[in-house]
């Protein structure tokens, strides 16, 4: 018989199984690892391919920011599927809004893979790639958050940060994948087979991931958080219409439903902020220093896709970690900690990133003319990027799931942390890679600009480190939020 997992607060919550745990676990973590694939996806196809694929031939430079700019596109509709399916989400149950947010995930990344591209029709190919960013966008917008509610109120108290985790780990599994499957194809195909056919397997390939989350999903439980707190609204949400002759002529519809307390400003500007580091500095590692290395600093295309992988391993150390730290020490002792560190960090590690390129090359060519790539680079090189990953991504993120479920309280916590997560992200993941190529340009091809990016990023999430309440084990039936 499976082990009862319990979760004390101040109401009695319906019991799950140990096995219906794993069950909300592996569903979060699958869903997060789709999104981050799709993210990691594109952004190294964007930074490899995707510019002679989907733009008329010209300035390199140009085209890798028309394709970031593309990459950007999809956050706009994140915002809008935050605020629809976070509503949703308060009003229906987790379960169901995030069996539908997979399948449009999924559906989209999958279509990418089919793409006819600018040479076979022209203007009609980035359209396309705009739309299908545009459905990935709707639906990822309230996917991590729901899978970060899902485990949250499914966890018991004294393990929620390790718990939730696993959606970090989520990310970290999906750029993994991501970025191996693009190394293999960048090491056992010609250039011109990446071009032609091979950088259509991973989109492709990737509705295999979507099939086992949704089948998960079908069999899995709704929270007993959400069981809890939707007891007190219910007369809210469903009183019944008033009869003929009941002697209220006024009342002619169905209440609509509202719950009765509001997000409090203070909750969703400090969640916001812990965010706003987080995603900005996911936007420059993950995403723009992968064409960085490429375009500006010549790093072969196998050197940019390896160290995402080599990163990424170790994240799996990392995560669980961190999540372990802020269940013993608090959420805001540990953010304060890691925060500090993280600007004590970027400079040395930009300057071991573009200080480490060695001296080997291998010649590749490159639109008719041969460009000689560096392919050995030194240790610090790649000590420096892991560094820069784990501790100003990773750990930001293994601390922000849980620490944003806390902040808010249960009648709203889906609607607010949707809109919480997603709102900076557009500003920073969505667009920050695009202004980080601009500043690169504008300067020459310097890294500074990327630095002083991430220290403006990285600051944010300290000054909300600062000024938060401590929410570690806060109770998640409490309908107010924590600030």
């Known amino acids: 018989m499976s082990e009862k997992v319990s979760t004390p607060t101040k109401q009695t919550l319906a019991e799950r199984t140990t096995a219906d745990l794993v069950k909300a676990?592996?569903?979060?973590?699958?869903?997060?690892?789709?999104?981050?694939?799709?993210?990691?996806?594109?952004?190294?196809?964007?930074?490899?391919?995707?510019?002679?694929?989907?733009?008329?031939?010209?300035?390199?430079?140009?085209?890798?920011?028309?394709?970031?700019?593309?990459?950007?596109?999809?956050?706009v509709a994140r915002p809008i599927g935050a605020w629809y399916f976070g509503r949703l989400g308060d009003r229906i149950g987790r379960k169901k809004v995030l069996y539908i947010t997979i399948a449009l995930m999924g559906v989209a990344t999958t279509l990418?893979?089919?793409?006819?591209?600018?040479?076979?029709?022209?203007?009609?190919?980035?359209?396309?790639?705009?739309?299908?960013?545009?459905?990935?966008?709707?639906?990822?917008?309230?996917?991590?958050?729901?899978?970060?509610?899902?485990?949250?109120?499914?966890?018991?108290?004294?393990?929620?940060?390790?718990?939730?985790?696993?959606?970090?780990?989520?990310?970290?599994?999906?750029?993994?994948?991501?970025?191996?499957?693009?190394?293999?194809?960048?090491?056992?195909?010609?250039?011109?087979?990446?071009?032609?056919?091979?950088?259509?397997?991973?989109?492709?390939?990737?509705?295999?991931?979507?099939?086992?989350?949704?089948?998960?999903?079908?069999?899995?439980?709704?929270?007993?958080?959400?069981?809890?707190?939707?007891?007190?609204?219910?007369?809210?949400?469903?009183?019944?219409?008033?009869?003929?002759?009941?002697g209220d002529a006024h009342a002619v519809a169905k209440p609509i439903a509202k719950p009765t307390e509001r997000i409090s400003v203070k909750a969703f500007l400090a969640a916001s902020a812990l965010r706003f580091g987080q995603s900005g500095n996911s936007g420059m590692v993950q995403t723009y220093l992968v064409s960085f290395l490429a375009v500006n600093l010549?790093?072969?295309?196998?050197?940019?896709?390896?160290?995402?992988?080599?990163?990424?391993?170790?994240?799996?150390?990392?995560?669980?970690?961190?999540?372990?730290?802020?269940?013993?020490?608090?959420?805001?002792?540990?953010?304060?900690?890691?925060?500090?560190?993280?600007?004590?960090?970027?400079v040395p590690c930009f300057l071991g990133i573009v200080h480490g390129v060695g001296t080997h090359t291998v010649p590749t060519k490159v639109d008719g003319k041969i460009v000689e790539y560096f392919d050995q680079p030194a240790l610090w090189f790649y000590i420096s990027y892991i560094l820069l990953h784990n501790l100003t991504v990773l750990a930001f993120f293994s601390l922000e799931n849980i620490t944003m479920a806390e902040m808010f309280g249960g009648q709203r916590r889906y609607e607010a942390l949707a809109l919480s997560k997603e709102l900076p992200n557009l500003l920073t993941a969505g667009f920050g890679p695009l202004v980080?190529?601009?500043?690169?340009?504008?300067?020459?091809?310097?890294?500074?600009?990327?630095?002083?990016?991430?220290?403006?990023?990285?600051?944010?999430?300290?000054?909300?480190?600062?000024?938060?309440?401590?929410v570690t084990d806060r109770d998640l039936t409490e309908p107010k939020d924590a600030m």
Not at 32 to 48: C, G, K, P, R
């Open 25 to 75: 676990a592996m569903s979060g973590w699958l869903g997060t690892a789709l999104e981050f694939m799709d993210f990691q996806l594109y952004s190294l196809a964007a930074a490899l391919v995707f510019s002679e694929l989907f733009f008329p031939k010209g300035n390199p430079g140009i085209a890798v920011v028309s394709a970031m700019a593309i990459y950007g596109v999809g956050y």
């Open 112 to 246: 990418i893979g089919f793409l006819p591209t600018y040479q076979q029709i022209g203007l009609f190919a980035p359209i396309l790639l705009v739309l299908l960013r545009l459905i990935q966008g709707f639906g990822a917008g309230a996917e991590i958050a729901g899978a970060s509610v899902m485990l949250a109120e499914y966890a018991p108290p004294r393990r929620r940060g390790i718990i939730s985790s696993l959606v970090a780990l989520g990310t970290n599994s999906g750029t993994l994948f991501a970025s191996l499957v693009w190394f293999l194809l960048v090491q056992f195909t010609s250039e011109q087979q990446l071009i032609d056919w091979g950088w259509r397997i991973p989109f492709v390939g990737s509705v295999l991931v979507m099939a086992l989350a949704v089948y998960i999903r079908l069999h899995l439980k709704e929270t007993p958080v959400f069981e809890a707190t939707q007891e007190e609204l219910l007369e809210v949400y469903d009183r019944p219409l008033p009869k003929a002759g009941d």
């Open 298 to 346: 010549l790093f072969s295309k196998a050197v940019a896709t390896q160290i995402v992988i080599y990163s990424s391993i170790l994240g799996f150390l990392t995560v669980p970690l961190v999540g372990m730290l802020g269940d013993r020490f608090g959420r805001r002792t540990v953010y304060r900690a890691i925060t500090a560190i993280g600007m004590v960090v970027i």
């Open 436 to 470: 980080a190529a601009w500043l690169v340009t504008l300067f020459s091809g310097s890294w500074i600009p990327l630095a002083c990016l991430m220290f403006f990023y990285t600051g944010t999430t300290l000054v909300a480190a600062l000024v938060m309440p401590e």
